[in-house]
């Protein structure tokens, strides 16, 4: 299994925030693939002083083409 691993890759970030302070952030980042990716495995780790571990979330990719 291939692990990518990408550090402080900026992209298009975005807050919504309500009228209490509140909000939610989000940050888009566009990457391509290609058949060698088959299986790569892409993670995103959040942390901010509000979480006492890091949010973690993947995808690994199954690429389909010619």
Avoid: W
Wanted: net charge negative; proline share 2%; hydrophobic share 35%.
């Amino acid at each position: 299994m291939l692990i990518l691993i990408f550090c402080l890759i900026s992209g298009n970030y975005k807050v919504d925030a309500d009228s209490n302070g509140v909000g939610t952030g989000k940050n888009t980042v566009q990457v391509h693939i290609g058949r060698t990716d088959l299986g790569a495995k892409y993670e995103c780790r959040a942390n901010n002083d509000a979480l006492d571990i890091p949010y973690v979330s993947y995808v690994e990719l199954d690429v389909n083409g010619t």
